[in-house]
C-alpha cells in the first residue's frame, strides 16, 4: 500500500506570493490533516479535512487555506507568503477524523520564503 | 492549558548505549493521551505509541520501552542497546479527547547514535 504522498517535496517562493501544496492519502483513507513545523513554533495543528468538509482549523491567520477533492486528496494554500511562513508542511492521513493513532504522515513539503 | 516540555533538545549517545527521553506534561484534564513520534531525516513523522492517561502500565516493545508516572507527570520514553538508525527527533504529544486539532507536541529531542 502506498503511504502518504506530498508533492512538491521542495519549494522556494518570495514574499508576497501565494503557494499550493499538495497531498495524497493513504488508499482508503478519507481524513487529512495538515500540521506546519518551524523551528520556533515546533508543530502545530493546521487543518483537517474528512469528506470534503474542513473539521477543525488551528490558530493560523486567513491567508492559510485548505481545501479536499472527492478523492480525499488535499491541498493547503498560503496567500501573500511572509517570510515566516517558511517551514515544514506535513500531511497525515487517517481513515477516520480523530484516528491520531492510526494516522500515517507524508514526507512533507519544505517551504522556504526569501 | 496543556503543556509538553522536553527539556533535552538534543543527546548524542554511542551505539550500543541505553538513552532515555524524557517528557513532562501539565494538564488538568482527567483523560488524555500521551503519544511518542520518531522523526527521521527523511521527515515523516512515525507513530510510536499512544497511552491513554488511564492506563499506567509500562510497555516494552523490542528495543523501546515507555514509563508512564501520573504522579510526576512524565511520560519517558528508553531506547535499549541504540542503533545508528535510531537517530532521529523524537516528539512527545498530548492529546486530549480526540482529532489532529487536540494534538499537541512537545519541540523535541534530537537523538545521534554515534557508530
Known amino acids: 500500500k502506498a503511504g502518504v504522498t506530498q508533492t512538491p517535496r521542495y519549494l522556494i517562493k518570495t514574499r508576497g506570493q501565494q503557494v499550493t501544496l499538495s497531498c495524497s492519502p493513504i488508499?482508503?483513507?478519507?481524513?487529512v490533516s495538515w500540521y506546519q513545523q518551524t523551528p520556533g513554533q515546533g508543530l502545530q495543528f493546521l487543518f483537517e479535512?474528512?469528506?470534503?468538509?474542513?473539521?477543525n482549523k488551528g490558530n493560523f491567520p486567513g491567508r492559510f487555506s485548505g481545501r479536499q477533492f472527492s478523492n480525499s486528496r488535499s491541498e493547503m494554500n498560503v496567500s501573500t507568503l511572509e517570510l515566516g511562513d517558511s517551514a515544514l508542511y506535513l500531511c497525515?492521513?487517517?481513515?477516520?477524523?480523530?484516528?491520531?493513532?492510526?494516522?500515517?504522515f507524508g514526507p512533507g513539503t519544505r517551504l522556504t520564503v526569501l | 492549558a496543556q503543556k509538553v516540555t522536553q527539556a533535552q533538545t538534543e543527546i548524542s549517545v554511542v551505539e550500543k548505549e541505553d538513552v532515555t527521553l524524557d517528557c513532562v506534561y501539565e494538564?488538568?484534564?482527567?483523560?488524555?493521551?500521551l503519544f511518542w513520534y520518531k522523526q527521521p531525516p527523511s521527515g515523516e513523522l512515525v507513530f510510536l505509541i499512544r497511552?491513554?492517561?488511564?492506563?499506567?502500565q509500562n510497555e516494552i516493545s523490542g528495543r523501546y520501552s515507555w514509563n508512564f508516572q501520573k504522579s510526576t507527570s512524565s511520560f519517558n520514553f528508553t531506547i535499549t542497546a541504540s542503533q545508528v538508525v535510531d537517530s532521529a527527533v523524537y516528539f512527545c504529544?498530548?492529546?486530549?479527547?480526540?482529532?489532529?486539532?487536540?494534538?499537541?507536541f512537545g519541540t523535541g529531542t534530537r537523538l545521534t547514535v554515534i557508530p
Open positions: 497525515a492521513s487517517s481513515s477516520q477524523p480523530g484516528d491520531t493513532d492510526t494516522q500515517y
Open positions: 488508499s482508503g483513507h478519507r481524513s
Open positions: 479535512y474528512f469528506s470534503e468538509t474542513q473539521r
Open positions: 494538564t488538568r484534564d482527567t483523560t488524555y493521551y
Open positions: 497511552r491513554n492517561s488511564f492506563d499506567e
Open positions: 504529544a498530548y492529546e486530549k479527547g480526540t482529532g489532529a486539532n487536540n494534538l499537541f
